[in-house]
């Protein structure tokens, strides 16, 4: 047996998307209505009744875990997410290339993503990893490029605690904040890994300001990526594999970096697929032909797509209309062609709501499909949050993937 | 955005109340049935599936607490609700009047309710509260009568515990009895909080037993109000306010005590309406109009309406579905007819069944109504048990104000 597990993030919507319709209802989703027709519908909490998710959160509890119980921050994720190697003992943080300027002793942020820089930051991230920190000795750091103006900051080292608060002011015209001990854990740990963000920041700035890199940036009238902001600090998460818990291996594809480094935190192998952004722009047919290459090689595959959120999030119900109406042409159609559906699973949901009109996530459950072999039919023929509403599965919170290994009878039993 | 939830005590029903159908659904409720077809309907185990919830344990869930983690005993609630100050380290006690007559050493209580006294309690409390302990040094306590025989005790001092046995014998011609430390929780602090309480209802006989209030009531034939029986027993639950956890302010309406007391000790503001009285004879346009005038200074208003449960634990299936079509008519028309639909979200459901046959709470799942711009419309057309067994909603477990918060985007978000 074979296991696909899709996340569409942001999928869910409001009857306020258009014109008392939500966008995914509003759709047209032929293949995703013959999967609903061929199989049966729920409603999912992602992670509880009335629990407005992150996509962090939502994704652990999809998977099978609590995240009242696992979840100490997105920093980790991202971290992972990008390739770094993350040990007991370290703290992560989101971590972005800004633009600052010196108004008398403070650093105000002008551009909180340094212009969404689009090259160089690589070479800044390698000025920056070459810092000697010298306040607190015994800590070593990391920080590394990803997309635009983003990457992760990890620090190593001894008596270190996740429990700072952020430097990242979320508005432009502020000074940049100073990093402090967490008011409820203001304990030396805290206090020493405050200050080895402190001065990891203030050196950032002193080796950044005057770098090739932005000097041509000013030359050429961007603004420069001169400081860095840090956010989401977390430490290792304790978190069992899949692979420990249901004896099976699992790949993921995604393009964007929180998503994978969820599911290598959960065990999971991420494969590569040139074209998967995480954007709208994302080659949704390049997703679909690794999905089906992945499974020859493992039990399992999730991959998640990321489009449906942006456009959430920009409050834009055509993009989001029409790339969902994509994702059902370029993904599951290739998808569904390719698989054989007597020894497959699939799952299909999201991770949480993002309705046009909020523009952020909304605690409504969302809609999610079961199809293959072992899945008892429902009278539901279109996808949908209102037909997954009068869905054969009913409603429950989270565990989507433990289900979908659950058809392929591959779940461990608790009790005798 | 507005916030309203109205829920109706006991509303759910069993089809053993009206030839075979419940109270409910033999109602005729035209305003309700015309808000399920413009919104949607689901069903709410109030604490949990297969969970008989009390009241104060399931308002505490459906307001989206887990009552296993925050409930110490009503007797805290009780104390709230009729407006006295409960601090850290006070026990509290639901508390009423009490007739006994003393056979041999012993107290034998005639009536559990003093005939359910309607005037001179409150002499009959000031009189009490004259009283000064001196068993045990270092404990005051404040008693204070509310409606009829109903009251509530309050214990401060250093070193006190909620773990008690009560002195109700819950029967008539039996002895009260002796308050003692709960068998698993015998230490110190109970056992000292037994005493105070020995000595408070032994002294309070001796004070209530001459009263001249009870003299003219024995004169007038009926039951000396000369005893005081408590039960509850709890202290200070550490309940997050709903403000601290969204931001938004709320205020109550209820006449029940016990509902105001579990709203305050959630942070609601409370609102006095003349004619809420918390029995059938309440003035529900009056709490309808309260309501909405409510509206105009709070984020949201909790309204609470009692009559349904009175008439479900007197087994009168002809008051409690007159009753629901009073709600129908009294309150929910003035209500809708008086709030901005286009800004306001509106949910209805009930703390738990309270069917005719057996006259106490059951276990069931209630009927739950959303209404409002951000609410699917699902296919339900009339509200009672079983349409919101097909409602669009599904069911799930307590949470319903987190969920009527998330509708108007008031929602903190988990993770990131």
């Given amino acids: 047996m074979k296991g696909i597990l899709v996340i569409a993030d942001g999928l869910g919507g409001r009857p306020t998307d258009v014109d008392g319709r939500t966008c995914l209802e509003a759709a047209e989703t032929p293949v995703l209505d013959e999967l ?58 989101r971590a972005n290339f800004a633009s600052v300027e010196a108004r008398g002793s403070e650093l105000v942020v002008t551009d909180r993503r340094a212009g969404r820089i689009e090259s160089g930051q690589h070479e800044l991230a390698e000025a920056l990893n070459a810092i000697d920190l010298e306040s607190v000795p ?6 590394r490029a990803s997309t635009q103006h983003r990457g992760a900051l990890l620090l190593r080292g001894d008596g270190l605690s996740r429990h700072v608060t952020e430097n990242d002011p979320h508005a432009t015209g502020k000074p940049a904040s100073r990093f402090a001990a967490e008011v409820d854990h203001d304990d030396e740990a805290a ?11 203030e050196r950032a700035y002193e080796t950044l300001r005057d770098h ?27 978190i069992e594999s899949i692979e420990s818990l249901y004896g099976v291996r699992g790949a993921v594809i995604a393009g964007g970096a929180l998503y994978r480094g969820v599911a290598l935190a959960c065990g999971m192998v991420p494969i590569d697929v040139a074209g998967a952004t995480g954007g709208l722009d994302t080659d949704l047919r390049a997703k679909a032909a690794a999905t089906l290459v992945a499974l020859e090689s493992f039990d399992y595959v999730f991959t998640h797509i990321k489009g449906t959120d942006n456009a ?8 989001k209309t029409t790339f969902i109406e994509r994702i059902d042409r370029e993904f599951f159609g290739p998808l569904i062609e390719g ?3 007597s ?57 989507v993937l433990p289900m979908l290994l659950g058809y392929n009878n591959w779940s461990p039993k608790f009790g005798s």
Wanted: net charge negative; charged share 20%; proline share 6%.
């Fill in 343 to 399: 020894v497959t699973h699939l799952a299909f949901t999201g991770d949480h709501t993002t309705p046009i009109d909020f523009g952020d996530h909304t605690h409504e459950p969302v809609p999610v499909l079961f199809f293959g072999p072992n899945v008892a039919r429902d009278e539901t023929a279109a996808f949908g949050e209102r037909e997954a509403g009068r869905g054969g599965l009913g409603r429950w919170s989270g565990r």
């Fill in 312 to 319: 959430g999030h920009d409050q834009d119900a055509a993009a």
């Fill in 36 to 93: 609903a027709r061929l199989g049966a519908l729920g409603l999912v909490d992602p992670i509880g009744p009335g629990v407005r998710p992150g996509s962090d959160t939502a994704h652990l509890s999809l998977l099978g875990y609590d995240p009242y119980a696992v979840y100490t921050g997105r920093g980790v994720f991202e971290c992972l997410g990008i390739g770094m190697v993350v040990r007991e003992g370290d703290v992560c943080f």
């Fill in 339 to 341: 698989l054989d559906a």
């Fill in 138 to 143: 015994g800590v070593s750091f990391e920080f």
């Fill in 191 to 201: 206090r020493r890994t405050a200050a080895v963000l402190n001065e990891f920041v």
């Fill in 212 to 238: 090739p890199v932005n000097l041509r940036r000013i030359e050429d009238g961007k603004p420069s990526a001169n400081f860095v902001l840090a956010r989401g600090a977390a430490d290792c998460p304790h």
